[in-house]
C-alpha cells in the first residue's frame, strides 16, 4: 500500500507541476484582447486538475463534505459571477474578502494542528498567513460595504488615526514574534487574529470613494501574498506559485494606480489615504460661466471632426454608459472621429471604465489611454467630459498649492472647445475647485448625465 | 531551516519575477478582468482546505475546511464566470470576419 501512496503523490506533484504552468500561461495570454478568453480557458483547466489531483490525496478518508462544500460553494459563486457590471468592484472586493476568510480558516485549523511542534520560520509565515489574511478580510469586507453604499462612502478621520492604525500592525506583529519564540502559547493565538481584524476595518474607515481603485489593488496584493505564505505552511509550491503571481499582481496595480493619484508608494502602503485636505475656499471672486443647452451642444458636436468622450464616475453613477454608445453611434454616423480617453483612476478599481464601455458595445480600440491620447487634445475640436472631475483639473498641472498638483490629468483644456456634463456647479469629492470650468472655450451642460447625452442623441437624430 | 522551505522561497522569488513581468504587460484596458480572473487564480488555496476536511484530523479543523472549501470554491466559480462575462464584452471595431 506504500508504494500506492507514493505514486500517488508523485502524480498529485505532476498534476500541480502542470496546473501551475497554466496558470502563468494563463495570465500571460491575459495581456491583449484578443488572447484573453484562452487564458480565463487555461485557468479553468488549471483549477478543474488541480482539485482533481488533490482528491487522490492519500490521507482523504471523507469525500461526502468534500461535495458537499464544494457544491454549496459553487451555488455561491455562480450568483457572485453574474452581477451587474457596474457592482464589479464591490464583488471584487467581496471576493477578495472570501479569499481571505479561506486563507485565515486553514491557517488557524494547522496551527491547532500541529503546535506546540511549530518550527519558528514556520510559526512565522504561519504568522503572516493569518494577519494578512484576517486584516484583508474585514478590510474587504469595509471597502465593498462602501462601494454597496451599505456603508457611508465618506471618509472619517480623526486625530491620531495613523497612530492608532500602526499600533495595532504593532501589537500583531509583538504578538506574532512572540508566538514564533514559543509556538505552544495556543491561548494567544486568537489574539494574533482579533487585533488584524479590527485593524482592517480602522484601516478603511479613512478611505473615500475616489481612492478605491488603489484600496481594491492593495487588498489583492495581501490576499495573494498570505495565500502564498499559506503555501510554505503547506509546502505547497502550487500555492506559493499562484500567491506570488497574485500579490505581484496586485502590488503592481496598486502602484499603477498610486502613480496616476500623484501618492508616494509608502503613503499608500501606511494606509494614509483620503488624507488629502480640502483647499481653503479658493478664489472668492466672483467667476463665471458659460452654459449651453443640449440643442446647442449637438450643433457643436455635429460641426466637429474629432471628438474625444471622457468618462468618469459620474457616467457610471448615472449608467450613462448606453445612452453614450447612442452618442457614439450618431456621431460616428455623421463621419465624426469619436474616441474615449480613459485616465487610470476613473472609476472606483483599475479597468472600470474600460469594462463599462465595452458593455455598452463601444469597440476597446477605441479606448485611449491616458498617456496616448494627451498629445491629440490640442487637434480635438471638442473633448465631452462626463461624470469626472479632478482627472481633468488643470490646477494639477499649474497650481503648486492645489491638493493634487502634481497628479497625471488628461489634457482636456488643449480641446479647442470643452464641453462638461455636470449635474451643477459644487465641486467634486475632494472638494476642489476645478479652473476648468471658468474657462472662455467651456461651456457647462447641467443636468443628469444620462437625460443629457439623451437630450443630445435626440437633437443630433431630429435635425439630421 | 529546512529545505523544503528554502525551495519554497526560490519558488517564490522565481514566480514573483515571472509575475512582475507577465502583468507589465497586461493592457490597462484588461485590468478589471486581469484582477478578477487573478482572484479566482487565487482561490486554488481550495486544495488545503479540501485536504483539512478530507483528512478530519480534529472537529475544529474539520469544520474550518468545509468553510474554507466553500468560501473558495465561490471564488473560482465566481471570478472566472464574471472573468469570462466580462472578456466576451471587449470586441474591436474591425471585424475579425475576413
Known sequence: MTTDFAGNQQIIEIVYLIASALFILSLKWMSSPATAQRGVRAGEIGMVLAIAGTLLHHGIVDYKWIVIALVLGTGIGIPLGMVHMTAVPQRTALSHAFGAFCVTLVGTAEFYLRTPDVPRFMMAVLSMEVILGSLTFTGSLMAAGKLQEILPQRPLTYKGQNLVNLSLLAASVAVAAYLVMHPGARQLFPVMIAVPLLFGVLMIVPIGGADMPTVISLLNSYAGLSAAAMGFVLDSKLLIIAGALDGSSGLILSVIMSKAMNRSFTNVLFGAFGQVQPSAVAGQEEKTVRSATADEAAGILAAANKVVIVPGYGMAVAQAQHKVRELYDALTKRGVDVRFAIHPVAGRMPGHMNVLLAEADIPYDRLIEMDDINGDFPQTDVALVIGANDVTNPAARTDTGSPIYGMPILDVDKARTVMVIKRSMSPGFAGIDNPLYYLDKTLMLFGDAKSFVNGIVHELSGHG | ?98
Open chain 2, 1 to 98: 531551516m529546512s529545505s523544503a522551505l528554502i525551495n519554497g522561497l526560490f519558488v517564490f522569488m522565481l514566480a514573483a519575477f515571472i509575475g512582475f513581468e507577465v502583468i507589465r504587460r497586461v493592457s490597462p484596458l484588461l485590468h478589471t478582468p486581469l484582477m478578477s480572473l487573478t482572484n479566482a487564480l487565487d482561490a486554488i488555496a481550495v486544495v488545503g482546505a479540501i485536504v483539512l476536511v478530507g483528512e478530519h484530523k480534529s472537529t475544529l479543523s474539520f469544520v474550518f475546511g468545509v468553510l474554507a472549501v466553500i468560501a473558495a470554491t465561490s471564488n473560482v466559480v465566481g471570478g472566472f464566470l464574471i472573468t469570462d462575462r466580462m472578456l466576451r464584452m471587449f470586441k474591436s471595431s474591425r471585424p475579425t470576419k475576413p
